[in-house]
């Protein structure tokens, strides 16, 4: 699909400019003919000669833009405005100017004729699979405003959680970025200086300064082959990760990593509850469920658990035993859905399992805020400390020879 600027006249001579995506510039001629409007001039939006533009319309669709949109679809549709005229209004506001053009795609696709569902399906990365089962069975159920209702519901849930592990993840980030920094500036200008110094003031050093500035010596002269060893050594992780074995390995590293191994597992566990709560409600098969939660998760681990999980269910078990067997999952998601399952009340106890799961998170994520802070005073203290013995020390012990 490219997309094509268009110039154009309606029947009263009035001038229409608009964008399209199609194969040729054929179909942008029939789908101005069959809009009754007369061409005058047609062209490719090429990146190069789109300018700032089309540099913004590629900009990232975010949970947060998607509920947004599902939320104004929702308060449309109930009050009663066709779906075409929805999708065009929301169209023209919207502030991701890439989501407008999507959107505007989709609103064209649908005054064709085609189902919702099938207009979201050529976004793929735009609409995953799990909203396009959602719409799907809105649209199929007759009932398409509850289920961009509940699409909307997740996608806030998803973008609240989202942040909630990105801030877990960059308060440590900036915590090591803070102490690299640190020490940059004492090897690049500190300890120089010093080293100036002790040289001209000759003399024995003290073995704790001798054994720091030979260990500075050591990073100093061989940095260049330190440096090609990291770089070595990322191009190796990197080309493990790539291979089926090595990118299974580091799934199972990044759960067992400590408290953010956690962290992960519970966002995932969360997220799952979440996902299977809305999918059950708007009427999606447990199996269809599954398949679009293997989909959504890029952890080896965690999809191979789905797969069985999926297996099992296949073969006549049940949800809550087909979990089990996988071993993955916790005991308390396996109990929680052996109660739904025995209640018929799956759906609201999966969501009241994810707000468990969710308050689990702000604990995990209050738990490592606790630990860093002390970890970076004790860090910065002790090489601030360190650093200071080793420059200090032979200043002390020269004096007292001067006495």
């Known amino acids: 699909m490219k997309n094509y ?9 009035e001038r229409k400019e608009g964008f399209s995506r199609a194969l040729t ?24 000669a789109a300018g ?24 449309m549709l109930e009050g009663g405005i066709p779906i075409t005229v929805s999708l065009d209004t929301i169209a023209e506001d919207a502030e991701n100017e890439r989501l ?44 398409l405003a509850d289920a961009a ?8 849930n998803r973008d609240k959680l989202a942040k909630k592990v990105k801030a877990a993840m960059a308060y440590p980030i900036f915590v090591f970025s803070f102490v690299l920094v640190i020490i940059t500036v004492i090897m690049l200008f500190i300890i120089p200086r010093f080293k100036t110094i002790f040289d001209m003031l000759g003399g024995q050093l003290p073995a704790f300064t001798r ?24 191009v190796a992780i990197i080309l493990i990760h790539r291979t089926p074995k090595g990118h299974y390995a580091f799934s199972r590293i990044v759960l067992r ?10 966002a995932f566990v969360a997220t799952l509850c979440r996902t299977m709560a809305t999918l059950l409600e708007a009427g999606v098969s447990v199996l269809d469920v599954l398949d679009i939660l293997y989909e959504m998760s890029a952890n080896d681990v965690i999809k191979t658990s789905i797969a069985q999980t999926r297996a099992h269910i296949e073969g006549g078990s049940n949800i809550s035993l087909s979990m089990s067997a996988a071993g993955f999952f916790p005991n308390m998601l396996v109990k929680m859905v052996q109660v739904g399952e025995e209640s018929g009340s799956l759906p609201s106890v999966l969501e009241r399992t994810a707000e468990h799961y969710e308050r689990r998170i702000d604990a995990t994520i209050s738990t490592i805020m606790t630990l860093i802070e002390p970890t970076l005073i004790v860090t910065v203290g002790g090489i601030v400390l360190t650093v200071l013995l080793a420059l200090y020390l032979p200043i002390f012990t020269m004096s007292g020879a001067v006495k």
């Open 25 to 48: 510039t054929n179909d942008v001629l029939s789908f101005l003919r069959e809009q009754g409007l007369i061409p005058i001039a047609i062209g490719e939006l090429l990146p190069e």
């Open 100 to 143: 407008h053009h999507v959107l505007a795609d989709v609103s064209d696709r649908v005054k064709k004729g085609q189902p919702l569902s099938q207009c979201l399906a050529e976004f793929p990365n735009v609409f995953n699979q799990l909203s396009r089962a959602i719409i799907l069975a809105g649209e199929t159920g007759g009932n």
């Open 52 to 75: 700032g533009r089309f540099a913004h319309h590629r900009k990232r669709i975010r949970s947060a833009d998607l509920a947004t949109f599902c939320w104004q679809l929702t308060t």
């Open 257 to 266: 990593l400590p408290l953010f191994g956690k962290l992960l597992a519970q």
């Open 149 to 156: 209702k509940k699409l909307a519901q997740y996608f806030d």
């Open 211 to 234: 054994g720091f500035m030979w260990f500075y010596d050591a990073i100093v002269h061989n940095l260049i082959f330190l440096g090609g060893g990291i770089f070595l050594f990322v």
């Open 5 to 13: 600027k268009y110039v154009a006249r309606d029947s009263s001579g």
